[in-house]
């Protein structure tokens, strides 16, 4: 069972280029969050989706960055005109979900790091 | 989301039991405790989790305080592949979208170095 995958591993962009993160769930996963790490922080919620629908978008930047789970395809994260401060590692999680009930584990991909020239 | 209070380091000889504490005097009724650990250049993993009961699973046991104002990650005996970061995270479930889910804020998190 392949974990949660993360691609590109590493990204290099320049100031003003646009950035796109890709993120494929575990098999069965139809939930994914995404976080961001800046250096020497804890990583930090951005966004979590449902298959076609974003459910809580309350930790991304309101302005350039923009996340999508479409039906088919892995969720995508986009930064648009990336600035210097955008250089972090990006990680994305799944989850299993049954019913209603909660506390279930997130399993983090490997991460992307953004760079920012 | 309430704050949790870990010890920035803390050190280990393989095959000892390690006890890594975290204060949470502040937590409400509805949160789960998580812990996640965290190897150089490496996503979080999932470690364990609970509300209120201890908890065991294969990689480590999680005793709760009866007030819930504290809990201890417990490796029983650690190996060199222990060695992380180890997070403790208060999260309470939101309900959204027909389900419920979790956001997990991570802080600085407790550097465990395990010695051969």
């Known amino acids: 069972n392949a974990g949660v995958m993360q691609n590109p591993r590493h990204l290099v962009r320049r100031r003003g280029q646009e950035a796109r993160l890709r993120c494929s769930p575990m098999?069965?996963?139809?939930?994914v969050y995404w976080y961001r790490q800046l250096p020497e922080e804890g990583l930090k919620f951005m966004v979590y989706?449902?298959?076609?629908?974003?459910?809580?978008e309350s930790g991304m930047p309101k302005e350039r960055f923009s996340a999508e789970f479409p039906k088919e395809g892995p969720s995508i994260l986009r930064i648009q005109q990336v600035v210097r401060g955008d250089s972090a590692a990006y990680f994305c999680?799944?989850?299993?979900?049954?019913?209603?009930?909660?506390?279930?584990?997130?399993?983090f991909g490997p991460g992307t790091r953004l760079t920012v020239t | 989301d309430a704050k949790t209070t870990q010890p920035n380091s803390m050190e280990s000889n393989e095959e000892e039991p390690v006890h890594l504490p975290c204060n949470h005097s502040?937590?409400?009724?509805?949160?789960?405790i998580h812990w996640y650990r965290q190897l150089p250049s490496q996503g979080p993993e999932y470690v364990i989790h609970?509300?209120?009961s201890n908890v065991n699973n294969r990689m480590a046991s999680l005793a709760i305080a009866e007030d819930r104002k504290s809990s201890t990650l417990i490796l029983h005996r650690a190996t060199l592949r222990d060695a992380a970061v180890y997070y403790c995270?208060?999260?309470?479930?939101?309900?959204?979208?027909?389900?419920?889910?979790?956001?997990?804020?991570f802080g600085q998190g407790t550097i465990l170095t395990v010695h051969p």
């Open positions: 502040t937590i409400s009724g509805t949160d789960y």
């Open positions: 609970g509300l209120t």
């Open positions: 999680a799944s989850s299993p979900i049954v019913g209603t009930s909660w506390g279930y584990e997130q399993y």
């Open positions: 995270i208060l999260s309470e479930p939101r309900v959204a979208g027909g389900t419920s889910y979790g956001k997990l804020t």
């Open positions: 098999k069965g996963h139809s939930h």
């Open positions: 989706l449902q298959k076609e629908n974003i459910i809580d």
